[in-house]
């Protein structure tokens, strides 16, 4: 069955620390997605990246980075150098074709306090 | 380009009342998603729509929970009647593909209060 788990409910870090938010997923299905979406204090739910099952290679992009390790069954996301505007709730998703049909499942979330 | 939009954003309404949520997709986007967002349940998926036709209503909590899409541009979600443990964020979101490679994009959400 589909599930993503967070283990990490809060994280609280001083600005410019690294942090990385850790995210676990469960699945039968051989070609499946993943992906982290940020919810700031306002509210909506903004995407963030996308990795497919086929393609393992960690993706940069500025102070994110993500580390995706099939063997693990983990897709962790780290940013470097924290600032205060990083505070936020992240949320890592699964989508596969599990049932017939397909779902995209999220995790309960991990909410991250960045302090100045 | 336009994201997606929801209304009202807050919504507080009396125990026993309707409730009509309402969603404009992105345009060109053919699958529309609701979502509840609760403390206790985290991010559920309700309901989802492919070319206006729903696919999968098993996360409708209950019968007072509906939804229609008469067109490709406006979807509602409605609770009738209304319970305080309706109280939540829906988000209603689309995606321009189908299958398990789809990037969700969300709306804002409406926050709704049930006392």
């Known amino acids: 069955a589909q599930k993503v788990t967070q283990a990490q409910t809060e994280i609280s870090v001083v600005e410019k620390e690294d942090v990385t938010l850790d995210c676990v997923y469960e699945?039968?299905?051989?070609?499946?997605?993943l992906f982290w979406y940020k919810q700031p204090p306002s509210g909506e739910l903004v995407f963030l990246i996308r990795?497919?099952?086929?393609?393992?290679q960690n993706e940069i992009s500025g102070r994110y980075s993500w580390n995706f390790q099939k063997s693990t069954s983990s897709f962790n996301f780290t940013i470097t150098a924290s600032q205060v505007v990083d505070s936020a709730v992240y949320f890592c998703?699964?989508?596969?074709?599990?049932?017939?049909?397909?779902?995209?499942?999220f995790g309960a979330g991990t909410r991250l306090f960045v302090k100045a | 380009d336009a994201g997606v939009i929801q209304s009202p954003r807050h919504e507080v309404t009396e125990m026993g009342q309707e409730v009509t949520l309402r969603c404009k997709p992105i345009?060109?986007?053919?699958?529309l998603f609701w979502y509840r967002q609760t403390m206790m349940r985290g991010l559920e998926l309700l309901i989802y729509?492919?070319?206006?036709?729903?696919?999968?209503d098993s996360g409708m909590p209950e019968d007072r929970f509906s939804a229609k899409m008469p067109n490709a541009s406006f979807s509602t979600l409605k609770i009738q009647p209304s319970e305080p443990r309706d109280s939540a964020v829906y988000f209603c979101?689309?995606?321009?593909?189908?299958?398990?490679?789809?990037?969700?994009?969300f709306g804002e959400g409406s926050w709704l209060t049930v006392v």
């Open positions: 998703a699964l989508s596969d074709r599990e049932g017939g049909g397909f779902k995209t499942i």
């Open positions: 345009s060109g986007h053919d699958y």
């Open positions: 699945t039968r299905d051989t070609t499946y997605y």
């Open positions: 990795r497919n099952s086929f393609d393992e």
């Open positions: 979101a689309s995606s321009s593909l189908g299958g398990p490679g789809n990037t969700i994009y």
């Open positions: 729509f492919n070319n206006n036709v729903p696919i999968d």
